[in-house]
């Protein structure tokens, strides 16, 4: 108790010894309890803050994650640059949103091709020097691009095969980046690092295209290239400063692809989370149909379109800036299955609102969902799996990413063409859910998965 009450007034009279409560019927209201000194109040503010925002542990006490994390979140405001970049010069230089829309595509096959066979790598090399390796590539092709901008070479074929190589390092790297996390920080800490990773990934989604756009509208294509290639030197340091990554344990021979594909296929408590994933981009992933959501639900334009796109990506930044209570919930299968229902139900909600505020909101909620999700996703892959397969489900989880969403604009387009844009993203997140509860049903012990007692 404070010892700085003040002192009884004159004349007051005391209370019982007791303190016994006033019996039934009695007029007198028991007293007040004293309100907490405001040096209190204010201590619980802060832990309140700090339970509800993202856990800066990993960040304070690792210092190579610290490093890595701050590369990842200036290269990925660099790389949505360039991407920006790529398609504001291919449309200049065309005036084809065909050939604009063709960038995703010659991204897509090095993404699939180098993702497997980059994680199969990861698992035999060291992987500070494949993060190496590609981040020197990526800095090389932003150098390249800047370079042909510079010059006004004019020639979208250049531009196309750097798109690849670009999309190619990417995959190659990727896994071995990913695959260090549980090797930077305690175990204890992976969910909290997960949700950083989330936060520099997405302030490069929401951050990097507006920059970019200001940057070119100023000074042109190449000056978003030629910031792009600079940021890179904050992912060359970080991974410089990195111990080797060596394999543990002895390896002899090659790492197989097919070898895990095996092991994902055997193990139904990773293979459920890889499934939950597919679900939700297949069945509730709109995106391809928002130019004409813009039109036929809100009268809009193209300006209506990018706040579409935009709007998953800022609800996602939010779920892992207040990401405070992911390290407390131990029970994650269920965790990532009632997240992928959840954003199913906004995207079905989102199907039937008019209203565009309520529309961006809903989206925004489906995003801070399928942030959950991934948070959860990323940590059992990362603690369920050996040390020696780690590279290849990170592998295997880019392929996902990388043909998810492309399988989702399929059947939503399809969808939408044969009924209507509403009736294809409301029987789209309503898909979802069916299918989140089959999983359930089909895999309860994934409902009982616990991070305490990780098992594959």
């Not at 097919?258 to 890889?274: A, C, I, K, Y």
């Amino acid at each position: 108790m404070p010892t700085n009450q003040p002192a009884p007034a004159p004349h007051s009279i005391p209370l019982p010894a007791t303190d016994a409560l006033p019996a039934a019927g009695d007029a007198r209201a028991a007293p007040a309890a004293p309100l907490p000194p405001a040096a209190e109040r204010g201590s619980w503010y802060r832990r309140a803050a700090r339970g509800a925002f993202a856990d800066l542990t990993p960040l304070r006490e690792n210092a190579d994650y610290r490093r890595v994390w701050f590369g990842q979140a200036v290269s990925s405001i660099g790389q949505q640059m360039t991407a920006v970049a790529v398609s504001v010069q291919v449309y200049d230089l065309t005036g084809s949103s065909f050939a604009t829309g063709l960038t995703g595509l010659c991204s897509l096959f090095p993404l699939i091709a180098f993702g497997l066979y980059g994680g199969a790598i990861a698992d035999t090399v060291d992987r500070r020097r494949l993060g190496l390796i590609g981040a020197a590539g990526l800095a090389l092709v932003s150098a390249v691009l800047a370079c042909q901008a510079l010059a006004g070479l004019g020639q979208v074929l250049v531009l196309y095969a750097a798109v690849a190589a670009q999309a190619g390092f990417f995959a190659i790297s990727s896994p071995a980046r990913s695959a260090m996390i549980p090797r930077l920080v305690p175990s204890r800490q992976l969910p909290a690092a997960n949700a950083l990773n989330t936060v520099s990934m997405n302030l490069g989604l929401t951050v990097g295209p507006m920059i970019g756009g200001v940057l070119i509208g100023a000074y042109g294509a190449q000056s978003a290239y030629l910031v792009d290639t600079v940021a890179f030197t904050a992912t060359l340091y970080a991974m410089w400063r990195l111990p080797a990554m060596r394999p543990l344990g002895d390896r002899k021979g090659r790492a197989s692809v097919l070898d895990g594909l095996r092991f994902l296929r055997e193990q139904p408590n990773l293979r459920t989370s890889f499934l939950a994933d597919l679900a939700a981009m297949i069945f509730g992933m709109p995106r391809a149909i928002f130019p004409a959501i813009a039109v036929g639900f809100y009268g809009g334009d193209a300006r209506t379109v990018g706040l579409l796109v935009s709007a998953p990506a800022i609800g996602a930044l939010a779920g892992a800036l207040f990401s405070g209570w992911i390290g407390k919930i131990h029970r994650q299968g269920a965790a990532v299955l009632v997240s992928v229902a959840a954003w199913g139900l906004a995207i079905a909600a989102f199907g039937l609102a008019r209203n565009l505020w309520l529309g961006l909101l809903l989206l925004a909620v489906a995003g801070c969902a399928d942030t959950v999700s991934m948070i959860f996703r990323n940590t059992m892959m990362q603690v369920a799996a050996p040390d020696e397969m780690r590279g290849r489900l990170q592998g295997i989880f880019i392929v996902v990413v990388a043909g998810g969403p492309r399988l989702g604009d399929f059947e939503s387009g399809a969808v939408a063409s044969l009924t209507s844009p509403a009736v294809s993203v409301v029987t789209g997140g309503l898909a979802c859910v069916a299918a989140i509860i089959f999983l359930a049903a089909r895999r309860p012990a994934f409902l009982r998965y616990d991070a305490r007692h990780p098992t594959p």
